[in-house]
């Protein structure tokens, strides 16, 4: 079984940056493709991020490209998402995803799933 802990979302004004981690445990933390989603009220979970298993490849969706970084450590078990120019329209709760054979933006590739964090930006 894997367990994925995300935290670091908050409150933050529209501009600011915010950082998420997603732990990982209970497995080896390099056998997985990692990905970030995000859910808004109302809205379907769509895609933010993905990375590959040694972090080679990224994969960053149309409408966080070129604000969003995904990166992963993989001696700390953990992956990351550097936001930056937060706008009030990525307010949601993000969650990130675990998979040992797919990496991707389709929300259905991950078997694995965090509980998520609240990232509310006001304007």
């Known amino acids: 079984q894997v367990y994925l802990v995300e935290s670091g979302g908050g409150l933050v004004q529209a501009g600011g940056s915010l950082r998420l981690s997603c732990a990982v445990s209970?497995?080896?933390?390099?056998?997985?493709?990692m990905g970030w989603f995000r859910q808004a009220p109302g809205k379907e979970r769509e895609s933010v991020a993905a990375?590959?298993?040694?972090?080679?490849?990224?994969y960053c969706a149309d409408s966080v490209k070129g604000r969003f970084t995904i990166s992963r450590d993989n001696a700390k078990n953990t992956a990351y998402l550097q936001m930056n120019s937060l706008k009030p329209e990525d307010t949601a709760v993000y969650y990130c995803a675990a998979d040992r054979v797919r990496v991707g933006l389709q929300v259905t590739l991950y078997h694995y799933w965090g509980q998520g964090t609240q990232v509310t930006v006001s304007s």
């Open positions: 209970g497995s080896t933390f390099s056998s997985y493709a």
């Open positions: 990375i590959s298993w040694s972090g080679g490849s990224t």
